[in-house]
């Protein structure tokens, strides 16, 4: 077979460009995947740059809220980080520029992670002080309920002294006697014009020493006064009284006895129970009675 040769030359060249095509689609095909997973690859680590900036920026928001004392100090870290952010977004895909930019990131997270830590401090610090605060108010509760049990006993004690003190009588004792040069003693309230009261003061160490005002009030059936002689009035209270007896209490038993004489107006007697009661200041110290028919 005869073979044209400047046909087998043409033959030759387009296979030569054929090969050629296919090796450049190859290469560029290969070239396009590679860029286009370096383009990824860039992607992501922006992305994740990004995510870790926002969480930065979040985290300052947090504690600029609830750390006012460092707040400048935050406040400064977040505006860095918010630029480098900022920095970032604006970045082309480039990987001398990306890996710069990432270097130069790095002492921004090292001043983030210190701050952080300094928080930690504080917090942990806080929290310290947190409970021992609270141990100290328990502490001061169970003080204060002491010291409350305390004054509440010495409060009794007080009471019961004050109580212990006071002045008290007893074996009290009255008659009715007709007067006259031999008074005798009657239960006629035609003939009785005066009453005879007795008492004995009781002994108290705890009592203060001194003159003692004791009224004594005797009262007839109809609910009036005998023998009236004033009134003295307590605080609130009004006392007429029939008669009134100063003692000079030295703590010791004393007897005491008084006579109370009928007035104009209380004669005669009326027929009836006769209420004496024997009172030192506003308390009565006791009471007895005379029944006169």
């Known amino acids: 077979m005869i073979v044209n040769p400047q046909f087998f030359n043409y033959r030759l060249i387009i296979g030569s460009l054929i090969v050629t095509i296919a090796i450049l689609g190859v290469f560029s095909f290969t070239t396009y995947e590679a860029e286009k997973a370096h383009q990824q690859f860039l992607e992501q680590e922006k992305n994740l740059i990004e995510g870790e900036l926002s969480q930065m920026i979040s985290r300052y928001d947090q504690l600029i809220d609830n750390r006012k004392h460092i707040s400048q100090q935050l406040s400064d870290a977040k505006k860095n980080t918010k630029t480098s952010l900022e920095k970032l977004r604006l970045l082309k895909s480039d990987f001398s520029v990306f890996w710069r930019f990432k270097s130069e990131l790095t002492p921004n997270k090292e001043k983030n992670s210190s701050l952080l830590k300094t928080i930690d401090s504080i917090a942990t610090q806080n929290d310290r002080l947190e409970r021992d605060k609270f141990m100290a108010y328990n502490e001061l509760d169970e003080q204060k309920k ?113 006579i109370i004489k009928a007035q104009k107006n209380d004669k005669p007697f009326a027929k009836g129970i006769y209420y004496i009661s024997v009172f030192h200041e506003n308390r009565k110290l006791g009471t007895t009675q005379v029944v006169l028919n």
Request: glycine share 4%; charged share 20%.
């Open 146 to 258: 002491v010291n409350s049990s305390l004054s509440q006993r010495i409060a009794s004690l007080n009471k019961r002294i004050e109580e212990g003190a006071l002045l008290t009588a007893n074996s009290f004792n009255a008659k009715a006697f007709k007067s006259g040069l031999n008074a005798a003693q009657t239960t006629k309230a035609a003939q009785a014009n005066r009453i005879d009261v007795c008492f004995t003061l009781a002994e108290n160490a705890l009592t203060q020493k001194g003159i003692k005002e004791i009224y004594i009030q005797i009262l007839n059936p109809l609910n009036n006064v005998i023998a009236d002689k004033g009134a003295v009035k307590f605080g609130e209270s009004l006392l007429i009284y029939s008669d009134k007896q100063l003692i000079n209490y030295n703590n010791d038993v004393i007897d005491v006895c008084t």
